[in-house]
């Protein structure tokens, strides 16, 4: 038997974006895994999706001033850092405490390599609900992790009203 093991904590991430069913997502698991929490670290994570310019430089005939470049860069990071905030007033809602993880890059591949990197053992993602078509044109964050998360993943899908 492994000992001190025992003592660990369980690392938890939950990874939200600004959808309805990502807020559902974080709720659902404060309240029907409650007791699971109690053992575990909690990260809440968010991807800041890397900004397609090409529409500015496009518009600007090839040169698009840096400063508007980075104030688009520093708009996206404000809205990930307030996303963040309002999941962590959440979860002290909940009597929980949680850190924040932001990145920059494709919300599928950043959750992976953070959950590779920090050694998570379950990660917990929402699913939009999209139907067949839709996932075969822009794709599926939750199936994507669910075949390449180097740990367990918990699809969470919100209730049909």
Known sequence: MDQGKGSEKKK??????ESES???TLEWYLDKLRDSIADSDVIIFTAQPNSDLGYLFASSY????ME???SIQE???KVALLLLDKAKDICSKHGVEAETLTEIGDPKEAICEAVERLNV???VVGSHNRGPMQRAFLGSVSNYCVHNAKCPVLVV????V
């Open 12 to 17: 938890v991430m939950v990874a939200i974006d």
């Open 75 to 77: 708009n996206k990071k």
């Open 62 to 65: 090839g040169t698009a001033p």
């Open 121 to 123: 053992q379950l990660l």
């Open 157 to 160: 899908k919100k209730p049909a």
């Open 68 to 70: 508007l470049v980075a």
């Open 22 to 24: 990502s807020h559902y």
